[in-house]
T-cell receptor, first 112, second 115 residues
Framework: DAEITQSPRHKITETGRQVTLACHQTWNHNNMFWYRQDLGHGLRLIHY???????NKGEVSDGYSVSRSNTEDLPLTLESAASSQTSVYFC???????????FGAGTRLSVL | GENVEQHPSTLSVQEGDSAVIKCTYS??????FPWYKQELGKRPQLIIDIRSNVGEKKDQRIAVTLNKTAKHFSLHITETQPEDSAVYFC??????????????FGTGTRLKVLA
């Protein structure tokens, strides 16, 4: 079955390290999104992409980057991890022309 | 900027009672309003949605109402059951261009159904 998968599911890293979180979807969706979820803040948009080679900043993009080299993948990179980036990260996708989002299972990241 | 306010942040109800969660949005161009349910440690999952040309939508025990004039929409759960316990998120979306849109989430409501 088509799906959206995130890896790893859990990650512990140290401050200053570069970390990449993977998001892969097999629905051939044009639109992909990265959110972080923190208590009291709900889901906040980090970066998003509406197609190959298209990337855009969301409301909390500082310290994060993404690249979209194909339809299936939108990896999220933390250039130099900070303790403030300890969070649960969700990837989501939606078909082009539709605004229903489907979420991955999430990655729990701890920066020590 | 645009935002979505969601209330209450926590809600406890007795099993069998009804629960209502309310959201208010700021962007009058918003035209699609989904509700997501997130169980502990799981991903958000769409449970019901409503588009701006409809005032109410119902699916078994859950319903959503939309008041475009007041810019608010609500989730109603009747005959609550323990498995309804979860965090519920509302969202408001606005088309920016054909094929692209903005998605703004509320901060979530933790619903506890007491047996």
């Amino acid at each position: 079955d088509a799906e959206i998968t995130q890896s790893p599911r859990h990650k512990i890293t140290e401050t200053g390290r570069q970390v990449t979180l993977a998001c892969h979807q097999t629905w051939n969706h044009n639109n992909m999104f990265w959110y972080r979820q923190d208590l009291g803040h709900g889901l906040r948009l980090i970066h998003y992409s509406y197609g190959v080679q298209d990337t855009n900043k969301g409301e909390v993009s500082d310290g994060y980057s993404v690249s979209r080299s194909n339809t299936e993948d939108l990896p999220l990179t933390l250039e130099s991890a900070a303790s403030s980036q300890t969070s649960v990260y969700f990837c989501a996708s939606s078909p082009g022309g539709q605004n229903i989002q489907y979420f991955g299972a999430g990655t729990r990241l701890s920066v020590l | 900027g645009e935002n979505v306010e969601q209330h209450p942040s926590t809600l406890s109800v007795q099993e069998g009672d009804s629960a209502v969660i309310k959201c208010t949005y700021s962007d009058s161009a918003s035209n699609y309003f989904p509700w997501y349910k997130q169980e502990l440690g799981k991903r958000p999952q769409l449970i019901i949605d409503i588009r701006s040309n409809v005032g109410e939508k119902k699916d078994q025990r859950i319903a959503v109402t939309l008041n475009k004039t007041a810019k608010h929409f609500s989730l109603h759960i009747t005959e609550t059951q323990p498995e309804d316990s979860a965090v519920y998120f509302c969202a408001a979306t606005t088309w920016v261009t054909s094929g692209t849109y903005k998605y703004i989430f509320g901060t979530g409501t933790r619903l506890k159904v007491l047996a």
